[in-house]
Structures are given as structure tokens and as C-alpha cells.
């Protein structure tokens, strides 16, 4: 299971953004973070067309089916559709990993129950704003 943002293990942040102008108040080789919807195609698209790794924040087995094939590199997501959509990634076999999304330390175990690709808490995403 991969761990972003547990006080124990070093991993590397995510950057949350709003626009394709924020990804320049970015690290290089940053993992850029976004919620899945049509009003963000088009940083989706510059992301792809430009190599830089993603991840969105999908809801549903579709969203993350249609992640998968825009590219994301991870898949963000509530841990009430975790199980669901591990199960999705895990039949067609993505290339996308599974995270569960934690406020809390405490319920990283329920994740880990859930069999999910990994846990990405709320300190490893950083909001960028233009």
C-alpha cells in the first residue's frame, strides 16, 4: 500500500490546482492534483500534452474509468467508493493507482481493509491558487 503524507514515511506532495496558470507556482516533476469534471478538460489536456503527472478526484466508476484512459496517474478517492472502484481498476487493469482519501490518521485501517492501491492524507495535498 503507497502512503502519501504520513508523518512517518517521506513521500511527495501533491499540488492541488485550479488553473493551468498554478502549475507554474509548482515544483518541477510535481504530481498535479484536480477534481474530475468537464470545466477541467482543459487543464487535463495541457497536463497531457506536457508529461506532467496527475491525479483526479474521481466519485464514480465511470470517472475513474475516464480518468484512467485521459491519463491520471493516481485516482483520488473517498474511501465509501474505494472498494468499488479498486475493484473496477483492478479488472481492466489500470495503470492509474487507487487512494483513498484520509483526514484522519486513525482510519487508516479501515483503508487498509478496503484493499485499496494506497492512502493519500490531507496534509500531502498543497492548494496552489493563481
Do not use: C, W
Not at 45 to 69: G, K, M, P
Amino acid at each position: 500500500m503507497l502512503l502519501f503524507g504520513h508523518p512517518y514515511v517521506p513521500s511527495q506532495p501533491f499540488y492541488h490546482i485550479y488553473a493551468i496558470e498554478a502549475i507554474r507556482h509548482t515544483p518541477s516533476n510535481s504530481v498535479i492534483a484536480l477534481y474530475f469534471s468537464p470545466e477541467n478538460l482543459d487543464i487535463i489536456d495541457y497536463l497531457r500534452q506536457n508529461n506532467i503527472r496527475f491525479a483526479l478526484h474521481v466519485e464514480s466508476i465511470t470517472e475513474a474509468v475516464i480518468a484512467e484512459n485521459l491519463g491520471a496517474s493516481y485516482l483520488i478517492v473517498l474511501p465509501r467508493d474505494g472498494s468499488e472502484i479498486q475493484k473496477v481498476a483492478e479488472h481492466y487493469l489500470f495503470d492509474a493507482k487507487v487512494l483513498g482519501y484520509l483526514d484522519n490518521m486513525e482510519d487508516l485501517e479501515d483503508l487498509i481493509e478496503l484493499r485499496l492501491d494506497g492512502a493519500i492524507f490531507a496534509e500531502a495535498i498543497i492548494k496552489i491558487t493563481t
